[in-house]
């Protein structure tokens, strides 16, 4: 790695490598801004973690989610965008330039920041789901679905992710079924219908999962359920359960310095990508609690660049002054 990049102060860094960021970077490079992209410890974000994405605007066929992830890339290190296979640890957004601290103990300077850095798997929070994730526990059908082959699976959830990875499963899995605490999918309709219709998919309304059994063993051989309505647990055997009840947003680096919502998205100033602290932007599913799509959040990641290119353009006497005095200290 280049030593320059941390003896200046850069015009924009973007922190995720997701579609949201990879579209910053593209936007940004394309302006001139010069963008690092740190990659962060899932490079390429969720789409990683998807086989075929059909929903992405130019794509007549179905394209791999790592293959579209890709290609984003390869677009942005075209234009110019430095991509560091790093994490931030820490920030300083108390003064300019910002400060990041990365995994590696190296500090980046920025006069602006785009935080495009997802949000993880949500996870059921009981004991034996940490002890046995790995062991037939997982929150990623596409990574671990291939272990399944011919086996009784479990999903949790019933929204769209719980579906999309039941119907995933049911490639390798002898049957799967969906454990959902109410009596109705939220899954979208469209969704609803494939799970419907697939012969290997069944469901188990009304309860939720209260243990997860074989700590002993290091092999999930059952899982306790329990039946919202009437209280009643019973043990239920099985081979794998995938959990799929939504995300919690990669905040936790920024030291509660940006204002969040309930949810713990990074609050903007919608239809702007602005944060609670000028000079900071936020795009992707970090600050999106709704939307959550590969195409929603490149469509964040174009307006953060745009709006990180305008804010600078405001900025340029305080940015002059500002290199001028990293210059005399760095003498």
Known sequence: MNEDV??????VIIAG???????????????DL??????????????????EVENFPGFSDAIMGPELVDSMRRQ????????????????DLSERPFRLKLDGGQTLRTHTLIVATGARARLLGIPSERALMGHGVSACATCDGFFFRGKKVLVV????SAVEEANFLTKFASSVTIVHRRDALRASKIMQ????????????WNSTITEFL?????????????DTVTGEVREEACDGVFIAIGHVPNT????????????GNIIVNDPRTETSVEGVFAAGDVADKIYRQAITAAGTGCRAAIDVERYLSHKKEEITRLEQEFAAQTM
């Open 76 to 91: 942005a290190e075209r234009f110019g965008t430095a991509i560091l296979p790093r994490d931030i640890v820490s920030v």
């Open 17 to 31: 490598s997701g579609p949201a960021g990879l579209t910053a970077a593209i936007y940004a490079a394309r302006a």
């Open 34 to 51: 010069e963008p690092i992209l740190l990659e962060g410890q899932q490079p390429g974000g969720q789409l990683t973690i998807t086989t």
């Open 193 to 204: 219908a494939h799970a419907q219709e697939n012969p290997k998919i069944d469901f188990m």
């Open 214 to 226: 074989g700590v002993e063993e290091k092999k999930l051989r059952a899982v306790k359920v329990q």
């Open 157 to 160: 959830g019933g929204g769209d």
């Open 6 to 11: 941390f003896r200046k102060i850069h015009k």
């Open 252 to 263: 936790g680096f920024l030291g509660g310095q940006l204002k969040l919502d309930p949810s």
